[in-house]
DNA sequence: GGACAATTGTTGTCGTCAACAACAATCTTC
DNA sequence: GAAGATTGTTGTTGACGACAACAATTGTCC
């Protein structure tokens, strides 16, 4: 009959209300998910969320976001890259990437030089400033995967950085 | 060897290009990731992006997202809910979650139901033909998690729902 | 050597999503 | 009954992914 009904899912119906139109159980505890538990994706979507907000806040008062930090990692890593490069390495659209470079190069942490072998491209490198900040966001990220070891675990996260491995 | 090596900042020198302006390699694999490996968040983004994409192709002759989802799968198990009740089981701003029921309305998936009790609040119940659409969009889910588990293995699949239980 | 295709950076648009702020209608509380 | 909280709603902002188009440059093919 119900929808849960058909896929024989979870529990023993959704014990509806009396009422039809009431909604008096605003316990938000005790709302059933149904078939959302068992779904990777949900889990992984907020666990995502969690993870993304306490490092925006751990790195909050350096002003940096993931996707920021995750561009000058790969750019100190791997100086001279192309911005398509480091878009091709970090799954970024080249578009989006150059508003980030913008961003960064006014900040004065990265600097577009042109290069010589291809004159489309700009090799991309840390300035002296950007080296030294790097070094102290890298700090703040190890702290912010502190916080994630003391949500987790830290035999869970050791795990699941390694059933993830494939996709960095 | 593990993620924890990444503890040991940047020292040893990300091997400078000689040619300053030089960028050669372009050879996307060869691009080392540094201190990104051992992120949790970066690995979490990059399989959260992965898995919403392939649900949103696995569910793409229905046109349903994953958060389209979500909301149908919390409405089906519990009908009556307030839209407030929704949106603070799964996370998602009522003001969001607006947009997204007159979508699923207009669908005629869900309606909503002035509440006698309260009436500021709305009554949120599938419709008929809703229940049997959202019947075909689990087996379909089902199908995507299938896909899931070729892509990680059946075992890291169960233990990563298990790692994060917590965040549903 | 020259026409044609591909690549790089750039600009722009569109749609999704989280985070706020403000508001009217309605409930709760004192 | 007045003051404050809650619910649904509208609107704005900014980060982000997906595309499309373009100029400049490079590569390829005949």
Same mark, same amino acid.
């Given at each position: 009959m119900t929808a849960s009904a058909a896929r024989a899912d979870t529990r023993p119906?959704?014990?509806k209300r009396a009422g039809n139109g009431a909604a008096r159980w605003n316990d938000a505890d005790e709302i059933g !998910?149904?078939?959302l538990?068992?779904?990777?994706?949900?889990?992984?979507r907020r666990f995502q969320i969690w993870i993304f907000q306490d490092f925006i806040k751990? !790195?909050?008062d350096v002003d940096i976001r993931p996707t920021q930090y995750s561009v000058l990692t790969v750019i100190g890593a791997n100086p001279g890259l192309s911005q398509m490069a480091v878009a091709k390495r970090l799954g970024i659209e080249r578009a989006r990437l150059v508003h980030l470079i913008d961003s960064l190069e006014q900040r004065k942490l990265v600097k577009r030089i042109k290069s010589k072998q291809d004159r489309r491209s700009h090799a !991309?490198?840390?300035?002296?400033p950007g080296e030294t900040a790097l070094a102290k966001f890298k700090r703040l990220a190890i702290e912010h995967e502190r916080h994630?070891?003391?949500?987790?675990g830290k035999a869970n996260r050791e795990r699941l950085l390694q059933i993830l491995a494939g996709f960095t």
């Open positions: 119906s959704p014990r !998910l149904d078939a538990v068992g779904h990777a994706g949900y889990a992984v751990t !790195l909050g !991309l490198h840390l300035t002296g994630v070891e003391e949500k987790i």
